[in-house]
């Protein structure tokens, strides 16, 4: 059931694009926005490594407790995970990993630089929706007050839809942070859909997922609830 979920992490963040200049096609409006956004969004700076931690993952009144290790420098995270169930291993190491890849540092030109964009039209709830072409995952996003509400992607046969149902604003830093968020992936005829509902903290002056409620359902199985709860955070930056 998470496989679907940990591909999504990764080929969210595959950017293909490299640091070219905006094609004469790209919509001006469009790409300003995007690139907006994208800067909204609160992300980890160039000095953050990685952090480690102490979990507790609960579900179906059941607890289990590990340690989880994650290198921010390395692909998908470099999650390592501790504890003597392998579900949950797998389950909280992609977790980790999907927040890695969505928070590391990077820039637009380096994720984005080389594709078009283009006004898609206002969805139902004022949002304006952004085509983009050029990248070997997303297809559109959705802009609403200038953060990134929605975006859509495939991948072979793989699909995903993602809303953002929550962003709090980091006032200290000025950026924003999703943190609720509803899914749906579909890999050929399998269909799998959650929501994750996380309580972020500041540690060491880096923001970190201290808490995150995930609820999780295939096809017509009942929705199973879980949450990992993170405790002795250690952030590890260059030159400490």
Known sequence: MTKAWWMLAVMAMAAVASSTPARADD???????????FNRRYRWSENFKGFS??????????????????DA???????????ADEEVKKLVSETVASTVTHTRASSFEKAFGACSFAIGGDD?????KIALTGHGFFKDFTVKDGNIVEN???????????????IVWLAESGKALPRAYAFTIK???REQSGKNLESWREIDGVWLPTRTHLM?????AAVVESMLTLENIKVEQTGH
Not at 27 to 37: C, H, I, L
Not at 152 to 166: D, F, L, R, T, Y
Not at 216 to 220: D, P
């Open 152 to 166: 859509h992607g495939a991948h072979g046969e793989m699909s995903s839809e993602v809303k953002v149902q929550q």
């Open 187 to 189: 890999t050929g005829d």
């Open 124 to 128: 139902a709830h004022g949002g304006t």
């Open 53 to 70: 931690a102490d979990f507790a993952f609960t579900r179906e009144g059941k607890t289990v407790k590990g340690s989880i290790k994650a």
């Open 27 to 37: 919509g001006t409006r469009a790409r300003k926005m995007m690139e907006e956004a």
């Open 73 to 83: 420098t390395k692909p998908h995270g470099g999650v390592t995970v501790e504890c």
């Open 216 to 220: 999780r359902n295939e096809g017509s």
